[in-house]
């Protein structure tokens, strides 16, 4: 910055292009910004298959905001029109059922592709320092990907589109004393009606993608600061040559420029493949009920969010009157192996106690009800993931050095996140509430017991250099 300006000094006889690039960088950086970012950001050289995912949440972002631009060409917001106009894309406007179909599958894939980003962070401990920051972006995201996605399912005004919107604005209803207004607020009228669609478009179409394009950037900006993690766990910049470099780093491009390539390649033909021959995914990517357009006078029968939100939505349904008296046995053990066990300060310890004891006499039935606290259990089983930096103390990142044990704790808090799943499609029947009772138990064990279990066990020796085998 600063000083008078110079024009770079391109030979005559330049190829025209590099000619129109120096004149544009004099002027605004982009091959700086292209090199940073990517061109010659040096990416640790062992990333497998599971590194590829953040590009491909990226390509289905894109896919998203372009499908969704042109769907917005032919839908009308308004109650009245709205399921209509959805069929008219599917049958009248060229390639709509396309493009609808990409939109309505790429909603799904976005969270496939998304929830493994997350499940690579978690293997190989890719939240932890200097990396925090990446991961409460990506939380963000998370969070503006699960509104913008209960958003956009409103827009069809289908059966389960109209009933699942019902079910989860009612949901702040439960919040004490403010819950009834702020429930009015959100829809803008006493039910689901034309000014709750008209103000999810709104947030659908502009505000959230906005806010999640920069975070995105944000995110990525906050990575290529600090330098990726890797399958190892280890600092790549611990080891520089002479010119600077990680000894264990390459170019991103175009060694995972093309690599990338072949992943988007194999996503893209597994993303047709349901696009043109299971664009509903046996009710799950699509639900039948929502080829029937909204009824305000008849509730259907099984009302169930779409898959990717039932992990979530089981926990609130596990949290029934009789489960609040396990609820609170586990809140006063928690206390008291805090302070058996935690070498937190002894004013930190009386604060547990006293939250603990707040808690436990706020789920009193006579206090609050299971309904609240189904909410706040819903809540905090998707908030507590943003306090993975926190609570993982383990002397090894990644997955790989860490006790064997490890990694079975991780595999039944998958199963107990898959199985969660399951059953909040399911209609409850008392042997799924009980399991997914447990399940909820264990989701939140998996969290609240990190700071120690992370630490338990034979560590193995990190190596100081990457694990890397050419092929
Ligand atoms: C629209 C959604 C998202 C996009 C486009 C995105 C994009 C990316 C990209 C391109 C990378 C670098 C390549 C890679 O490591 O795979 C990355 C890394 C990362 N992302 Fe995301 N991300 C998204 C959501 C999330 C979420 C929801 C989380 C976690 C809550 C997350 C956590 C991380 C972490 C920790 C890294 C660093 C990984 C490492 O260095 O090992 N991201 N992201």
Same mark, same amino acid.
């Given at each position: 910055m600063g000083g008078p300006f110079k024009e770079t000094q391109v030979p005559a006889n330049a190829p025209v292009g590099h000619k129109a690039l120096a004149w544009v960088d004099d002027r605004f950086p982009l091959s700086k910004l292209w090199n940073d970012q990517w061109g010659k950001y040096y990416a640790p050289k062992n990333f497998n298959i599971w590194y590829l995912f953040g590009s491909l949440a990226m390509l289905v972002l894109v896919l998203q905001i372009v499908t969704g631009i042109f769907l917005t060409m032919h839908y009308k917001p308004d109650a009245n029109l709205a399921f209509g106009s959805v069929e008219y894309i599917m049958r009248?406007? +060229? /390639?709509g059922w396309l493009v609808r179909y990409m939109h309505s599958t790429g909603a799904s894939m976005f969270f496939i592709v998304v929830y493994l980003h997350m499940a690579r962070g978690l293997m190989y401990g890719s939240y932890r320092k200097p990396r925090e920051l990446i991961w409460l972006f990506g939380f963000a995201i998370f969070l503006c990907l699960m509104a913008e996605a209960f958003f956009g399912y409103?827009? +069809? /005004?289908?059966q389960m589109s109209y009933w699942g919107a019902q079910v989860i604005v009612n949901?702040?209803?439960?919040?004490?004393?403010i819950g009834p207004d702020l429930s009015l607020w959100i829809r803008g009228d006493y039910v689901v009606s034309d000014a709750t669609l008209n103000r999810f478009f709104a947030f659908h179409v502009i505000a959230l993608p906005l806010v999640i394009l920069g975070l995105v950037a944000a995110h990525l900006i906050a990575l290529h600061e600090v330098g990726s993690n890797n399958p190892d766990g280890i600092e790549i910049k611990d080891n520089l040559d002479a010119d600077g470099h990680p000894v264990d780093g390459i170019m991103s491009h175009p060694y995972y420029s093309t690599k990338d390539f072949f992943g988007v390649s194999v996503f893209l033909l597994i993303f047709s493949a349901i696009v043109f021959f299971a664009p509903e995914m046996g009710g799950y990517f699509l639900e039948y009920n929502n080829f029937l357009p909204a009824d305000s006078m008849k509730t259907p029968p099984h009302i169930a969010p779409t898959w990717y939100f039932t992990p979530f939505y089981s926990v609130l349904r596990a949290t029934t009157a009789d489960f609040m008296y396990v609820l609170m046995a586990a809140i006063a053990a928690y206390v008291v192996f805090i302070w058996l066990k935690s070498r937190l300060a002894y004013k930190t310890k009386i604060a547990v106690a006293v939250i603990g004891l707040v808690l436990i006499v706020g789920m009193l039935p006579q206090v609050l009800d299971a309904k609240f606290w189904g909410v706040v259990l819903f809540g905090s089983s998707v908030v507590i993931i943003a306090l993975l930096p926190w609570l993982d103390h383990s002397p090894a990142r990644s997955i790989r050095y860490r006790p064997d044990w490890h990694k079975y704790v991780y595999i039944v808090f998958a199963l107990c996140f898959v199985t969660l799943g399951y059953l909040g499609t399911q209609l409850p029947t008392p042997a799924y509430t009980i399991l997914s009772q447990v399940a909820t138990l264990l989701y939140f064990a998996f969290f609240l017991l990190m700071p120690w279990w992370s630490t338990m066990g034979q560590f193995k020796p990190v190596p100081t250099r990457l694990t890397f085998t050419p092929h």
């Open positions: 009248e406007v +060229p /390639w409103l827009l +069809p /005004w289908g949901l702040f209803g439960a919040i004490p004393v």
